[in-house]
């Protein structure tokens, strides 16, 4: 019997993009740094932060969390990655916006792991209030360290797996 699992060690050939939102960057940047945070730690090289990039990591901004899916896709298609992180935070207002949104980035990121191979990990918030954004995104506790461990366990993981 073969067991696989992932590994949060050995992390030098792993190749990762993250895909972040712009709307509602207070809470998507928090996501984002807690992410950078964990897969430095964890032996991925992010970067000096001049502008000189990593040969480890990529991120990609995008205007919202619509928009997640389909820069996940080109990034996952191209080969490039091993998996790509997404994060955003849709927060429920007054009228139906957020079950559209919320229903199609899932939908979209989903999709994109199915089609492409590539793990993609859902990184968006879907929150009632901005509070309970800001609780989950360093507060109380940085969901986008989460978001990194899973990336790293899932890149190891398909590494292990037979073709």
């Not at 699992?5 to 809470?27: C, H, K, M, Q, Y």
């Not at 992010?46 to 928009?67: C, F, K, M, T």
């Not at 997640?68 to 998996?83: D, E, K, N, T």
């Amino acid at each position: 019997m073969a067991i696989f699992e992932g590994r949060f060690t050995d992390t030098g050939g792993l190749r990762i993009a993250v895909v972040v939102a712009r709307f509602n960057d207070l809470v998507t940047g928090k996501l984002l740094s807690g992410c950078l945070d964990c897969l430095g730690r964890h032996g991925i090289d992010i970067g000096s932060g001049d502008g000189s990039g990593s040969a480890q990591l990529d991120v990609a901004w995008v205007p919202g969390s619509y928009e997640i899916p389909l820069v996940a896709q080109r990034l996952a298609a191209s080969g490039r990655y091993q998996v790509v992180i997404t994060l955003g935070a849709v927060i429920r207002g007054d009228t139906p916006h957020f079950d559209v949104v919320v229903a199609e980035v899932s939908k979209g990121v989903a999709a994109v792991s199915r089609a492409t191979g590539v793990p993609v990990i859902f990184g968006v918030l879907t929150t009632d209030t901005l509070q309970q954004a800001l609780e989950r995104a360093g507060i109380k506790s940085n969901l986008g360290w989460n978001y990194a461990l899973q990336a790293l366990e899932m890149g190891s993981l398909m590494a292990a797996l037979p073709a």
